[in-house]
């Protein structure tokens, strides 16, 4: 059984505030502690269920935050920042490599969301929605897209309560865990890591054990990914990427045969629309 991860920071034990969520953050170094155990209850959860090989895919920020020390042998870590150059697919770089099952680790819930504790989609200072042929989703429900074109389906969802509620009604009846009980978008009651660390390790044995009754979720084709921005300027900044229609003066669109195509085409206009003119020329 081969597990693929793709782990995010916001939905950690212990996580509440963006203080914790990057290098210049005073609490940084004990999140990347927590989170990494959160990652580690998932391997040996999925170890003891009987996988033989796992990749988990650093998905937050600048994408270096999971600590490889602890790691068992049986698991790789892909690490470095989600340029389209690095890792065109993101959050789900590497998902194309023939896995049986997938997990979403500290996860969060969507732009918009309530209560919604560090709630955003893709990039919180840029992306007000994002709509997947018509419906809104997060992060979960648009990464559980790519990973069900390549068969692979969901089999567990860690993060927030309302992160988890927002998973399962997307995708059905998987395994989820909740580190914590979102109270508003920067404060929540946490377990202790010892009750989650024994709650992700449970539920991951259980995914791989259900795997046969897991399906993959798919979005029909055509693939539409579209994008409303907050500004004008962003939209008409992402809406200079390759492959990207301008919708609306907010909105921008990535069309393709399939998530995989449609998310890596937004993700270049994500980059394009964060990108600053020079100091000179502004």
């Not at 490599?97 to 560090?118: E, I, K, N």
């Not at 997307?170 to 989820?176: F, K, S, Y």
Request: charged residues 25%; proline residues 5%; glycine residues 10%.
């Amino acid at each position: 059984m081969r597990i693929y991860l793709s782990v995010d920071m916001e939905g950690a034990t212990g996580v509440v505030h963006r203080d914790q969520l990057g290098p210049d953050g005073k609490d940084y170094e004990r999140s990347r502690r927590l989170l990494t155990g959160d990652v580690l209850a998932a391997l040996e959860g999925a170890i003891a269920g009987g996988a033989t090989e796992l990749l988990v895919n650093d998905s937050h920020g600048n994408m270096r935050n999971i600590l490889l020390e602890e790691f068992p042998p049986q698991a790789s870590l892909i690490s470095g920042p989600g340029s389209s150059r690095n890792k065109p697919l993101c959050q789900t770089q590497g998902a194309d490599g023939g896995w049986d099952l997938a997990f979403l680790v500290a996860y969060h819930a969507r732009a918009g969301a309530r209560p919604g504790l560090l709630a955003h989609t893709w990039v919180g200072a840029l992306i007000h929605e994002a709509r997947l042929n018509g419906e809104v989703v997060g992060e979960s429900a648009l990464n559980a897209a790519v990973l069900g074109h390549y068969g692979v389906p969901v089999g567990l969802v860690v993060g927030a309560d309302d992160l988890v509620e927002e998973a399962r009604a997307a995708l059905g009846p998987i395994e989820t865990v909740a580190t914590k009980r979102a109270l508003g978008p920067s404060a929540a009651a946490c377990l202790p890591p010892a009750r989650t660390r024994e709650l992700i390790r449970e539920a991951a044995r259980r995914a791989v054990a259900r795997r046969s009754e897991l399906r993959p979720f798919r979005v029909q084709p055509p693939v539409r990914l579209e994008l409303e921005l907050h500004t004008r300027l962003m939209a008409e900044k992402a809406a200079a990427a390759a492959g990207i229609e301008r919708t609306g003066e907010r909105c921008v669109a990535a069309a393709g045969g399939s998530a995989p195509q449609a998310a890596e085409t937004a993700w270049r206009a994500v980059e394009a629309a964060m990108r600053e003119d020079a100091s000179w020329m502004a």
